[in-house]
């Protein structure tokens, strides 16, 4: 899932935390940020690091510390963890890469190529898979957001210069 990520980010929005757009999707995308150019540096698993328990400690005791020092109010930190751990439900990760390193690093090797023809083939070519299921309605629900939130301010805009 990758565009099933940035819809969470976009409907995460909605809880009126005063969160910027560039916190929601880091946090949103936050594990794969991580992982994706650890892989390509060091020729790991495209999932790692990242999607484990490991990670998420370490993110929400930075974003304690950062709420803690009055770097970013406590609504948002939360958010922010709250779309990591989402991020890591969606994507499943298997035991052995969630509880790393207690099994060893996950063993794989990280192809550009490889990775670009399975997105291509997962949103191209689909099939239902429960993955693809939530990924499709996360967009949908999301696109949704999007068009009414358009809308209104289309009205707003018009509204004002009605009464210019
Ligand atoms: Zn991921």
Excluded at 45 to 68: E, N
Excluded at 145 to 154: D, K, N, P, S, T
Aim: net charge positive; with cysteine.
């Amino acid at each position: 899932m990758i565009l099933g990520h940035g819809a969470l980010a976009v409907l995460a929005r909605d809880l009126n935390t005063g969160a910027p757009w560039w916190l929601l999707f880091a946090a949103s995308f936050g594990p794969d940020l991580l992982d994706k150019p650890l892989a390509i540096a060091f020729d790991l698993t495209d999932r790692g690091v990242g999607h484990s328990f490991f990670s998420l400690a370490g993110v929400a005791l930075l974003l304690l510390l950062v709420w803690r020092f009055g770097l970013l109010p406590g609504r948002q930190a939360a958010l922010a963890l709250a779309l990591w751990v989402l991020h890591l439900i969606t994507d499943f990760p298997t035991a052995m890469t969630f509880w790393w390193p207690l099994y060893g690093m996950p063993s794989g090797e990280y192809l550009l190529d490889r990775e670009f023809a399975h997105w291509t083939a997962f949103y191209l070519s689909p099939k239902l898979t429960p993955v693809f299921v939530l990924d499709a309605c996360l967009c949908a629900l999301a696109l949704t957001r999007l068009g009414v939130l358009l809308v209104a301010r289309q009205r707003r805009k018009a509204s004002n210069t009605l009464y210019l």
